[in-house]
T-cell receptor, first 119, second 114 residues
């Protein structure tokens, strides 16, 4: 089974430029997550989709970040304009649809990430 | 809201020695607990998880962790480490009845000394 795919793997841009990252989740996974991992910190959730609907975007800086998952499969995360503090690894993860229950949990599978450097 | 504290940012250990990586969490609701490993230039891989039942959980690569509700801890242990265990380890929590989003600690870099 293919894992979560992300591209590009690396991106270097200058501040105020725009950038986009792409994620292809595991086939059949309804839930997709974008995390931001700044150097020396743990990943922080930016946005969570279930199919093509947003479940949680409370930590997404909406003045500059946007994300979409139009057909409920692939997703794109965009930054416009980029700031120096956006330098980080952007991780995409996917899981099967939440099934509920006290002892059930749908494991998140992570892609390799996109390392963004903003100069 | 939840938070996770990993007090040790770096842990050097001699090969074949035991190791413990510490994790404490804070939450007003019941949570699930996880340990993830991140090898250089790779994504996160689930090592083990605590959902319910036995407080001692075993994971991949010989790792185990013990959930201690009274101390709000979930420390990760391995009796004998190998060079291949060199990586960054992240503790994470998720609300038991939430949307399954993960809140991560800042990570512990485990370095194995030959």
């Amino acid at each position: 089974e293919a894992g979560v795919a992300q591209s590009p793997r690396y991106k270097i841009i200058e501040k105020r430029q725009s950038v986009a990252f792409w994620c292809n989740p595991i086939s059949g996974h309804a839930t997709l997550y974008w995390y931001q991992q700044i150097l020396g910190q743990g990943p922080k959730l930016l946005i969570q989709f279930q199919n093509n609907g947003v479940v949680d975007d409370s930590q997404l800086p909406k003045d500059r970040f946007s994300a979409e998952r139009l057909k409920g499969v692939d997703s794109t995360l965009k930054i416009q304009p980029a700031k120096l503090e956006d330098s980080a690894v952007y991780l995409c993860a996917s899981s099967q649809k939440a099934s509920g229950g006290q002892s059930s949990y749908n494991e998140q599978f992570f892609g390799p990430g996109t390392r963004l450097t903003v100069l | 809201a939840q938070s996770v504290t990993q007090l040790d940012s770096q842990v050097p250990v001699f090969e074949e020695a035991p190791v413990e990586l510490r994790c404490n969490y804070s939450s007003s609701v019941s949570v699930y607990l996880f340990w993830y490993v991140q090898y250089p230039n790779q994504g996160l891989q689930l090592l083990l998880k605590y959902l319910s039942g036995s407080t001692l959980v075993k994971g991949i690569n010989g790792f185990e962790a013990e959930f201690n509700k009274s101390q709000t801890s979930f420390h990760l242990r391995k009796p004998s480490v190998h060079i291949s265990d060199t990586a960054e380890y992240f503790c994470a929590v998720s609300e038991r009845f939430g949307n399954e989003k993960l809140t991560f600690g800042t990570g512990t870099r485990l370095t194995i000394i030959p």
